[in-house]
């Protein structure tokens, strides 16, 4: 457990879920050892909480040289508003949104949150700007109350509950043993899917950050599973500044802007109507997808 445990510290609490399975897990180690790399400067500010007003200036990005990732992306992204990234596989949508957490730095360009640049924040006081729900998701072996105060380890009893019920989370408390106190993960109670998805909302209901960075979930969950997570995700990202990385695009339809990322940048953006009239990359992804030829 420790182990596990270590690391989520040590990445500042940014991680709110924890990607399994050997690929994420190798992406979830790629970011830890990145982390040290990136140390503060030495006037970095300690930011208090921000509005959310995003701002991709020319950011480009490459892993490794040779290849660029990302080439001179602008984005801008109004306090409060959502964006869907949609585009292929392998263009860029995740490293987009790793930049903003600072997993990565930038190689050109500049990344700004209310006109600070997010290199002259402390990491830590960045991070708690941000929320982050990715596919899998970590839970320790401990109590469920402990699992979603772990969103904020000063949090009353009343928040922890309010935090739980807006999560979609009260039937399934009612649903076990000793309620909050049941104790989850290996040794306890196993929660599926949907139910670990939960609790990591509702960790970041507790944190209230004024961002949100969701990775949608790949896996097919229940109709009645995935309309309650679905719910809680839209009550979460209501009034903060949500970037969703989408593999499925029947749930992008309600973002206020969506983005179409290709290994050449920016294709194309608007709403879902918009795009789709503009019969172009959108459209056509949408048509595929709707044949079952993709996702
Ligand atoms: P998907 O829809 O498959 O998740 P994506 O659009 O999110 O793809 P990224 O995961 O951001 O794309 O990957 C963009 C490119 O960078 C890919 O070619 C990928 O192989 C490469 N890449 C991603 N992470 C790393 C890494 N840690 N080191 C080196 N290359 C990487």
């Known amino acids: 457990v420790d182990v596990f445990l270590r690391p989520i510290d040590k990445i500042t609490g940014v991680l709110e879920s924890y990607p399994k399975g050997i690929a994420g897990f190798r992406r979830f180690l790629r970011l830890i050892d990145t982390d040290p790399d990136i140390a503060d400067r030495k006037d970095a500010a300690e930011v208090q909480r921000l509005a959310g007003h995003i701002r991709y200036d020319r950011v480009s990005f490459s892993y490794d040289e040779g290849r660029t990732v990302l080439r001179d992306v602008d984005l801008d992204l109004a ?6 990234i949609v585009g292929p596989s392998g263009a860029g949508k995740t490293t987009l949104c790793s930049l903003l957490p600072r997993f990565y730095e930038p190689t050109a360009g500049r990344i700004l949150i209310d006109g600070i640049d997010i290199a002259d924040m402390t990491q830590a006081s960045l991070r708690r700007q941000i929320g982050v729900v990715q596919q899998d998701v970590f839970l320790f072996g401990g109590t469920l109350r402990d699992n979603i105060a772990y969103g904020d380890l000063d949090a ?15 039937e399934v408390i009612s649903g076990l043993p000793a309620g909050l106190d049941t104790v989850v993960g290996e040794r306890g109670v196993k ?11 509702a960790r970041i209901f507790l944190k209230n950050p004024p961002i949100l960075i969701l990775d949608e979930a790949t896996s097919a969950l229940d109709t009645a599973t995935e309309a309650a997570i679905q719910q809680a995700l839209n009550e979460l990202s209501s009034g903060r500044t949500t970037l969703i990385i989408a593999h499925r695009l029947a749930t992008v339809r309600h973002a206020h802007r969506i983005v179409v990322l290709t290994e050449n940048g920016i294709a194309e953006q608007g709403p879902h109507d918009k795009l789709l009239e503009q019969r172009g990359l959108y459209a056509k992804l949408h048509s595929a997808q709707q044949l079952g030829l993709v996702g």
């Open 79 to 84: 306090a409060g508003e959502t964006i869907a």
């Open 156 to 170: 009353s009893e009343e928040a922890v509950m309010e935090a739980a019920r807006r999560a979609r989370l009260e």
């Open 191 to 201: 929660l599926s899917g949907g139910q670990k998805q939960r609790v990591a909302i």
